[in-house]
């Protein structure tokens, strides 16, 4: 059996497991490239091109590193599991690591100690859904007043993942951006976690049927995340997106999860979290060039990629 396989199978073991370190989303965001388990319970993305190997975040994976539970685990166990990443690491010639840890896990503050970059980040979520009246008056009045403006409007689950990322494409477009994943990977994502049960779209639309806003939803055991979002700008004044906010946060409800806003670090975004009465929760980005010279190229691309978005 390889350590893939044994991943899998323990994997089928972690009822709390995040969503994006199971085996079924590895081997869909990951299709075309390979995952691989470097130690037990750290599936990685390995990426080698040229002379270079690194490991970074799959597209729209939000959460990744070792999965280990904290409550078990003694201080010495995490840093030994600590040490034996970072042995992993460099005994594996990476040029660059770059993974962002389940919230909670003690492991960044570890590898911290052991030369690694740590950066905080922050997510937004509602956590008790058992009262939807109360989330609801946990709304700003800027998002109170536009729901009272989408009244006319209705929501519905039936938009195909095809007509999905055509409208997610054409509303970027209208912001004069360009998509940052492609249909194809899209349509691979959405056939494994729809065989899964594990997704829903949701389409917000007017009384002529028009689309107006859609989200793509994914879930867990414990949280629903607000994977994508998109709104056509000519109805940006229309409450659409307040709508399919409630819709999603409804459907998270319904399955007895938090709803995770998958927050941003950009303030504008974060802004629109938090007037849902969303509340920030912290987890950690671990990164570390072990070649200087991978550095500048690197930055490079990323800063590219971000302009083109």
Not at 77 to 102: F, G
């Amino acid at each position: 059996m390889t350590s893939k396989e044994r991943y899998c199978e323990w994997a089928q073991t972690q009822a709390d497991m995040p969503i994006f370190m199971q085996p079924w989303w590895l081997d869909a965001v990951c299709a075309g490239k390979e995952w691989e388990e470097i130690l037990p319970c750290m599936p990685c993305l390995v990426r080698k091109k040229w002379w270079m190997r690194w490991i970074t975040m799959p597209q729209q994976t939000q959460i990744g590193g070792m999965w280990i539970d904290a409550n078990t685990c003694t201080i010495e166990q995490v840093r030994e599991k600590a040490r034996q990443i970072d042995a992993k690491l460099r005994e594996m010639k990476l040029d660059y690591y770059y993974q962002q840890y389940p919230i909670g896990s003690p492991l960044p503050a570890e590898l911290k100690q052991l030369g690694y970059k740590v950066k905080e980040r922050v997510t937004y979520q509602l956590q008790d859904l058992s009262d939807l009246d109360k989330v609801i008056d946990g709304f700003s009045r800027n998002k109170k007043r536009q729901l009272q403006k989408a009244l006319s409007l209705h929501a519905d689950r039936d938009l195909s993942a095809e007509d999905f990322y055509r409208f997610h494409t054409e509303c970027l477009q209208q912001q004069h951006k360009v998509i940052n994943y492609s249909r194809e990977f899209f349509l691979v994502l959405d056939r494994k976690a729809q065989r899964e049960q594990k997704a829903q779209i949701m389409a917000i639309r007017n009384a002529d049927n028009q689309l107006l806003a859609a989200g793509y939803v994914v879930w867990d055991e414990k949280a629903m995340h607000y994977l994508i979002a998109a709104q056509n700008a000519e109805f940006k004044d229309s409450g659409a997106m307040s709508l399919l906010v409630l819709e999603c946060i409804k459907l998270a409800r319904e399955k007895g999860v938090v709803f995770d806003f998958e927050g941003s670090m950009m303030p504008g975004v974060a802004l629109h979290f938090k007037q849902f009465g969303a509340v920030p929760v912290t987890y950690y980005s671990v990164e570390k060039y072990f070649s200087w010279w991978f550095a500048v190229p690197y930055f490079l691309y990323k800063l590219f990629t971000f302009r083109k978005r």
